[in-house]
């Protein structure tokens, strides 16, 4: 059973910090990994992915992977109250439960 | 350019009948997949379909679920019979790419069922 394991939160950070979100998974021989947002009541939508052990930015988001440790991370620096949403990992079409995020002003 | 379109956005129904949810994909998109979500168990992968062909239906919770894509540009969900356990919001997703690609999904706005 491929498993996909987040921290369900809440994770409530200041305005203008870092959040830093984390999952971990179980198939070892997974390629692919992606981070999907979803606002209350609305559909997720993909903010990044990556596929190679490492970081990779965009903008003010940086995805993490390390394959060895079988764990990917995202970090949102400069958070705003808009980045207030339930970040879904997901490796390739499995998903952990999610990580609520709330910016407080 | 469109994105997956699903109908209805809400069904209440009462509990013994049937439900049949509708989804298009993305024109181009080669997969689609079925997700239900809720608070408890999160987003679940119910059934992919590539190329119209169902792939893995190991998702699907039992038998009163069915799900079938007759071509490229349609796919239904059905419930028969409907339980109140099955109250979820449900997605379909699609993607150029099969699921052991590296493409990610695209998303409908979901349709939101109760079973009462």
């Known amino acids: 059973q491929k498993e996909v394991e987040q921290n369900s939160g809440p994770l409530s950070v200041p305005e203008g910090a870092i959040a830093s979100l984390n999952c971990t998974y179980s198939d070892r021989g997974s390629q692919s990994f992606f981070w999907y947002r979803q606002y209350s009541g609305k559909s997720p939508e993909l903010i990044m992915f990556i596929y190679s052990n490492g970081d990779k930015e965009d903008g003010r988001f940086t995805a993490q992977l390390n394959k060895a440790s079988q764990y990917v991370s995202l970090l949102i620096r400069d958070s705003q109250p808009s980045d207030s949403a339930t970040y879904l990992c997901?490796?390739?079409?499995?998903f952990g439960k999610g990580t609520k995020l709330s910016v407080k002003p | 350019d469109a994105g997956v379109i699903q109908s209805p956005r809400h069904e209440v129904t009462e509990m013994g009948q049937e439900v049949t949810l509708r989804c298009k994909p993305i024109?181009?998109?080669?997969?689609l997949f079925w997700y239900r979500q809720t608070m408890m168990r999160g987003l679940e992968l119910l059934i992919y379909f590539n190329n119209n062909v169902p792939i893995d239906d190991s998702g699907m919770p039992e038998d009163r679920f069915s799900a079938k894509m007759p071509n490229a540009s349609f796919s239904t969900l059905k419930i028969q019979p409907s339980e109140p356990r099955d109250s979820a919001v449900y997605f379909c997703?699609?993607?150029?790419?099969?699921?052991?690609?590296?493409?990610?999904?695209?998303f409908g706005n979901g349709t939101r069922l109760t079973v009462t």
């Open positions: 997703a699609s993607s150029p790419q099969g699921q052991g690609s590296n493409s990610p999904l695209h």
């Open positions: 997901a490796v390739r079409t499995i």
């Open positions: 024109s181009g998109h080669n997969s």
